[in-house]
């Protein structure tokens, strides 16, 4: 293999020859001699030349190498699902094998970032893909058999002794509750008022469906005058909605729960704030926390969640809404 004069090697190897023959020309050149028995002022002159080498080589050496030192921490510590941290560097523009290095450090994290924001795309699409298949299934035919029992046994109570009623009346409102539980899941799969109502009604109709179905009230601010957004953007905060308020009735054993809607300069910003327990150190990464942040990274958005045990939990989605900031509410 073909190695050019400015490779990490060959660099190391100039280094190397460079301060052996300036020592040796030092040698040659200098006063100094050895004799056949050393004294005391040719070992110290042995001792220092020898120092100032082992000085130079090592200056020099770590000037080449240093950027390799730090490459080697950078990957070593490098986090498996964050964004990694870019490398300073002294010379981005220079031909030295340490710029260089650099330079191709940053260029794999960048095709490294893309890669995974691609997965995340394609992944993220197959998902919901998959709910809205799931959802048509669960409305086509679960919901249509249930509701041909419900029928059926409005028929068989209509014919059926008097002592039966109540026992027919018990099954008709199992069947119901079954089939409103059937409609309510393919809701949360697929929400269809999304698509016809817009935004806000589905933040709207979420959570009215957490209080409806056991958890806290939901107390929902928007902000008048929002932007439109595209439906992926709309999508990605409804879903981190969703997710938000599905750990609140998990987890938080909250009493109060906000939802806000507002535009905060040139983005939107989604907060869920609750009162409940809450919990300290790090995010749970379980937590459904992984999903909302790379949803929220595919329309270039990002996710903060803020907490502290007994103090509750913040939950807050900035995306950009492509359009100039005009203040709070604008």
Known sequence: MRLSTSSLYWKVCLINGAVLLAGTLVLVLSPARISARVVVSEVLVLVVGLAVVLAANAFLLHTALAPVDRVIRAMGTAPIDGTVARLGDGDPGGDGAGSRLVRSYHAMIDRLETERSTSNAKALAAQEAERHRIARELHDQVGQSLTVVLLGLKQVADRAPAELAAELDLLRESARAGLDDVRRVARELRPGVLDDLGLQAALAALATDVAAHGGPVVRRTFAPGLPELPHDTELVVYRVAQEALTNVVRHARATRVGLSLL????????????????????????????????????????????SSGGHGTVVRLRVPTGLPGQGLGA
């Open 263 to 306: 535009r905060v300069g040139g983005e939107l910003q989604l907060e869920i704030e609750d009162d409940g327990i809450g919990f300290d150190g790090a995010v749970r990464a379980g937590a459904g926390v992984s999903g909302m942040r790379d949803r929220a990274g595919l329309v270039g958005g990002s996710v903060e969640i803020v």
